[in-house]
């Protein structure tokens, strides 16, 4: 084995997994203990050590406060998690455990391991992406590629199956999150159609809806509310666990707690037997609610159900009896069994790896392709806005790919213009992630709307994003490139205005009385039945809010000539 081995990881909410590239071909990393299969999990002990995966998971329902579990739901966001007794972001608990799988891929490969491919969940946003390359670098990785899990998944089966032309659908439903994604097989290229999911929605949410189940029943029972007792529900989320995975192989299982509360001193056990029929109909909700992202990839991607011919399950949630059967209800197709729905992920991050490190032969190697999870676009003037979203290229579209469209001058006499690139779903780019900006100057001085500039994007699968802006009558160019895996957090962007910071604007005395006629309104019940006016009326004042933030006094001025005429309606 040469030096410098890329390894791939599949980080996952609930397990982690490695992989690396032997012989060609992907090989699981194990851990200390021998396992494949690390559970994500890290705590601190009783002498005050750290300790991960089955020891820390272990170790959960004798110490909560001084463990973390499925950290991954809560990375990107400002939440502290307390570990015996200190805060961590996200990111950092992540980098903790990332340094352990870096100890034992290294031990395992008997070389010091600093290079990684890592996967994330297709739908995971800009942030989360970087969140988790920042978590990479912390525990002494070079994070070479960020792949999305389910392009993983496909890639560890389409390596085996490359002669195939096939449309696959990959299903992944893990720990935390769920991704549907849509990819297409031909000639050796793996493209990307479309993807989407719920990074709400996975085998946690089973658990939970055990729970509130058990808690209830309990309830009507002893009369005592477990909610409140963080012992008992961490004993309760444990057996909940057990109990769904039982019900994967069984009809029934019963779950019994001795000593879960107490009643007049005395100890009172909690029992329960609970059926797959009644686990089922528990969870059918979310079971449903895996069909709206199908249903926007295929619609997405433009492939009838009819059309898909291998549907990959992913993921342990997966093992689930209902799954297969609601996909085959759904898509009137068999899923199949043809990936280890626990490996797959980190194989395909390892053959990720093998392409890079050039350990994975050029014939052998799946040109791949990707799509790009999020709608990019630039903020324009429109009739009703001065913060229209223009799209550039839509959310679902292949990457690497170049869009450009072409923008006409504004204002008479313009002599430059602002590029702001924004990602996002809204029409309103305030709602929506701000990337970067940069100013395209020399504008030839002429009428509003005589002058035109065209903007191309340009996106490519290292999550580079070029843009540049030309002068077409002159030539003139400016560009900014954004570094999609780079954009790092806290750099105050991310910040959301808080409108209501208006008041200690200069100028709030003289907007007062029209921002308060305008909120009473806008409380008035008529208006549920005027959804257009009413969000009209709120779109003006948020942006007069935002005007006075601003110190605009001209645009605040004709904002409330605009909502006083509102008010006369
Ligand atoms: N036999 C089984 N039956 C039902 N659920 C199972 C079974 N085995 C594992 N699970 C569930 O699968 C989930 C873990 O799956 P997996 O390891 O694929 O998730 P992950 O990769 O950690 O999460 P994610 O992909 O969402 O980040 C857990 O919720 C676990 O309870
Ligand atoms: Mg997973």
Same mark, same amino acid.
């Given at each position: 084995?040469?030096?410098?081995?890329?390894?791939?990881?599949?980080?996952?909410?609930?397990?982690?997994?490695?992989?690396?590239?032997?012989?060609?071909?992907?090989?699981?990393?194990?851990?200390?203990?021998?396992?494949?299969?690390?559970?994500?999990?890290?705590?601190?002990?009783?002498?005050?050590?750290?300790?991960?995966?089955?020891?820390?998971?272990?170790?959960?329902?004798? /110490?909560?406060?001084?463990?973390?579990?499925? =950290?991954?739901?809560?990375?990107?966001?400002?939440?502290?998690?307390?570990?015996?007794?200190?805060?961590?972001?996200?990111?950092?608990?992540?980098?903790?455990?990332?340094?352990?799988?870096?100890?034992?891929?290294?031990?395992?490969?008997? @070389?010091?391991?600093?290079?990684?491919?890592?996967?994330?969940?297709?739908? #995971?946003?800009?942030?989360?992406?970087?969140?988790?390359? @920042?978590? *990479?670098?912390?525990?002494?990785?070079?994070?070479?590629?960020?792949?999305?899990?389910?392009?993983?998944?496909?890639?560890?089966?389409?390596?085996?199956?490359?002669?195939?032309?096939?449309?696959?659908?990959?299903?992944?439903?893990?720990?935390?999150?769920?991704?549907?994604?849509?990819?297409?097989?031909?000639?050796?290229?793996?493209?990307?159609?479309?993807?989407?999911?719920?990074?709400?929605?996975?085998?946690?949410?089973?658990?939970?809806?055990?729970?509130?189940?058990?808690?209830?029943?309990?309830?009507?029972?002893? &009369?005592?509310?477990?909610?409140?007792?963080?012992?008992?529900?961490?004993?309760?989320?444990?057996?909940?666990?057990?109990?769904?995975?039982?019900?994967?192989?069984?009809? %029934?299982?019963?779950?019994?707690?001795?000593?879960?509360?107490?009643?007049? *001193?005395?100890?009172? /056990?909690?029992?329960?037997? =609970?059926?797959?029929?009644?686990?089922?109909?528990?969870?059918?909700?979310?079971?449903?609610?895996?069909?709206?992202?199908?249903?926007?990839?295929?619609?997405? %991607?433009?492939?009838?159900?009819?059309?898909?011919?291998?549907?990959?399950?992913?993921?342990? %949630?997966?093992?689930?009896?209902?799954?297969?059967?609601?996909?085959?209800?759904?898509?009137?197709?068999?899923?199949?069994?043809?990936?280890?729905?626990?490996?797959?992920?980190?194989?395909?991050?390892?053959?990720?790896? *093998?392409?890079?490190?050039?350990?994975?032969?050029?014939?052998?190697?799946?040109?791949?392709?990707?799509?790009?999870?999020?709608?990019?676009?630039?903020?324009?003037?429109?009739?009703?806005?001065?913060?229209?979203?223009?799209?550039?290229?839509?959310?679902?579209?292949?990457?690497?790919?170049?869009?450009?469209?072409?923008?006409?001058?504004?204002?008479?006499?313009?002599?430059?213009?602002?590029?702001?690139?924004?990602?996002?779903?809204?029409?309103?780019?305030?709602?929506?992630? #701000?990337? &970067?900006?940069?100013?395209?100057?020399?504008?030839?001085?002429?009428?509003?709307? +005589?002058?035109?500039?065209?903007?191309?994007?340009?996106?490519?699968?290292?999550?580079?994003?070029?843009?540049? /802006?030309?002068?077409?009558?002159? *030539?003139?160019?400016?560009?900014?490139?954004?570094?999609?895996?780079?954009?790092?957090?806290?750099?105050?962007?991310?910040?959301?205005?808080?409108?209501?910071?208006?008041?200690?604007?200069?100028?709030?005395?003289?907007?007062?009385?029209?921002?308060?006629?305008?909120?009473?309104?806008?409380?008035?019940? +008529?208006?549920?039945?005027?959804?257009?006016?009413?969000?009209?009326?709120?779109?003006?004042?948020?942006?007069?809010?935002?005007?006075?933030?601003?110190?605009?006094?001209?645009?605040? @001025?004709?904002?409330?000539?605009?909502?006083?005429?509102?008010?006369?309606?």
């Amino acid at each position: 084995m040469g030096k410098n081995t890329i390894i791939g990881i599949d980080l996952g909410t609930s397990t982690t997994e490695a992989a690396v590239i032997r012989n060609g071909k992907p090989e699981m990393i194990l851990n200390f203990s021998g396992q494949v299969i690390t559970p994500s999990a890290v705590g601190i002990d009783a002498d005050r050590q750290i300790v991960f995966g089955e020891k820390a998971k272990a170790q959960y329902l004798l /110490a909560p406060k001084d463990t973390v579990i499925e =950290v991954k739901r809560k990375i990107g966001t400002k939440e502290m998690i307390y570990m015996g007794g200190k805060a961590y972001t996200p990111t950092e608990i992540s980098a903790m455990l990332l340094s352990h799988v870096r100890e034992f891929v290294s031990e395992y490969l008997k @070389e010091e391991i600093t290079r990684a491919v890592i996967s994330v969940p297709a739908y #995971f946003d800009d942030l989360q992406r970087q969140e988790t390359v @920042e978590a *990479g670098k912390q525990a002494g990785f070079m994070v070479e590629r960020i792949i999305n899990e389910p392009t993983a998944a496909a890639l560890s089966y389409g390596i085996g199956h490359m002669e195939e032309e096939s449309h696959i659908l990959v299903y992944d439903l893990g720990g935390g999150t769920f991704d549907v994604t849509l990819l297409e097989m031909f000639g050796g290229v793996l493209e990307v159609k479309a993807s989407s999911g719920d990074n709400k929605l996975g085998g946690k949410d089973f658990d939970e809806c055990l729970i509130r189940w058990m808690v209830r029943q309990f309830r009507s029972k002893e &009369g005592i509310d477990l909610e409140k007792d963080m012992a008992a529900m961490v004993k309760l989320k444990e057996q909940a666990e057990l109990c769904k995975r039982e019900l994967s192989a069984q009809d %029934s299982y019963r779950v019994m707690i001795p000593f879960i509360a107490k009643k007049d *001193g005395e100890p009172v /056990a909690l029992d329960e037997t =609970v059926t797959v029929s009644l686990f089922e109909e528990l969870t059918r909700e979310l079971v449903e609610r895996t069909h709206a992202p199908i249903d926007v990839v295929l619609a997405d %991607s433009g492939v009838l159900p009819a059309e898909i011919d291998r549907i990959l399950l992913v993921g342990g %949630s997966t093992r689930m009896p209902m799954i297969s059967r609601d996909l085959e209800n759904y898509l009137k197709k068999e899923p199949s069994r043809a990936v280890n729905p626990d490996y797959a992920v980190a194989e395909g991050a390892s053959i990720q790896a *093998g392409i890079i490190e050039g350990s994975i032969s050029g014939e052998d190697s799946l040109v791949m392709t990707d799509v790009n999870p999020y709608t990019l676009g630039i903020r324009t003037l429109s009739d009703f806005s001065m913060n229209y979203m223009s799209v550039i290229i839509p959310r679902n579209v292949t990457i690497p790919t170049v869009r450009k469209d072409s923008f006409c001058t504004s204002a008479d006499y313009q002599p430059e213009a602002k590029i702001e690139v924004y990602q996002g779903e809204s029409d309103d780019v305030r709602k929506n992630h #701000f990337l &970067g900006e940069f100013i395209i100057s020399e504008i030839p001085l002429k009428p509003a709307g +005589e002058e035109k500039v065209e903007v191309e994007f340009a996106y490519d699968l290292n999550g580079m994003l070029e843009v540049r /802006a030309q002068i077409v009558s002159t *030539g003139e160019e400016a560009s900014v490139a954004i570094n999609m895996m780079e954009h790092l957090p806290g750099s105050g962007d991310e910040e959301k205005v808080d409108v209501e910071k208006w008041k200690e604007a200069p100028h709030a005395k003289q907007f007062r009385t029209v921002i308060r006629r305008a909120e009473r309104r806008l409380k008035n019940e +008529e208006l549920q039945d005027m959804p257009l006016y009413k969000e009209d009326l709120e779109d003006a004042l948020y942006e007069l809010k935002c005007a006075l933030i601003e110190e605009d006094l001209e645009r605040a @001025e004709d904002l409330e000539e605009e909502i006083l005429d509102m008010l006369e309606y």
